[in-house]
């Protein structure tokens, strides 16, 4: 059974600064790794997808990372922005189209 | 925006009496999803559908029924609520041409007194 995992579960951090969000997962046999992005009282927005096939992803100030092999994750944020605050997914896609999240981490970007 | 409604968007009911979710979408596609969030647990899915009355269990179904008599609907029924089913519920969709993702609705916040 797949197990998602998430550290840290919160971060603050000061405008600006650069952070890396951490993913880990149990099952290497997945077909794509996924980091959403929810905003409190709200649903789930996709931010990027890595294939398995794949290396990283970016899109804009974010980029995304994937190890197979060790069965990590990473989400790199650059220059964050207070816009940045919200709690941030990753989960796992395996077989039977069946997607394994983890508990998240909550971000706050101080001005 | 993937044209995905939940209603009701908040329900209070008491332990025992039947609640049914629902989940419409607009888009016609064929995968519909329905999870729970729980603090420190994420979103675990409950059941999903690969289209009319096509459903399958997910990893937390024990509780949890579900009905797609039309593919822009899909029915989740707890059928005697119980204090620990007092959750955050989703519902996701998958296009059609991109199944290796999901698009989310804005959640239903139950809570069984």
């Known amino acids: 059974k797949q197990e998602v995992t998430q550290i840290p579960a919160a971060l603050s951090v000061p405008e600006g600064e650069n952070l890396v969000l951490n993913c880990s997962f149990t099952?290497?046999?997945?077909?794509?790794l996924q980091w959403f992005r929810q905003d409190p009282g709200k649903g789930l927005t996709s931010l990027l997808l890595?294939?398995?096939?794949?290396r990283e992803q970016t899109s804009g100030r974010l980029n995304a990372s994937l190890d197979k092999s060790s069965g990590r994750s990473t989400l790199y944020i650059a220059a964050s922005q207070p816009g940045d605050s919200a709690t941030y997914l990753c989960?796992?896609?395996?077989?039977?189209?069946?997607?394994?999240f983890g508990g998240g981490t909550r971000l706050m970007v101080k001005p | 925006d993937a044209g995905i409604t939940q209603s009701p968007r908040h329900k209070v009911t008491e332990t025992g009496t039947p609640v049914t979710l629902r989940c419409h979408q607009t888009?016609?596609?064929?995968?519909m999803y329905w999870y729970r969030q729980d603090p420190g647990h994420g979103l675990r899915l409950i059941h999903y559908?690969?289209?009319?009355?096509?459903?399958d269990k997910g990893e937390v179904s024990d509780g949890y029924s579900v009905s797609r008599s039309k593919t822009e609907d899909f029915l989740l029924t707890l059928e005697s609520a119980t204090s620990s089913q007092t959750s955050v519920y989703f519902c996701?969709?998958?296009?059609?041409?991109?199944?290796?993702?999901?698009?989310f609705g804005p959640g239903t916040r139950l809570t069984v007194l």
């Open positions: 099952d290497s046999a997945i077909y794509n």
């Open positions: 996701a969709i998958s296009p059609p041409l991109n199944t290796d993702t999901q698009y």
């Open positions: 559908s690969y289209g009319v009355k096509d459903t």
């Open positions: 890595i294939q398995s096939s794949q």
């Open positions: 888009e016609n596609h064929r995968y």
């Open positions: 989960a796992a896609l395996n077989a039977g189209n069946m997607l394994t």
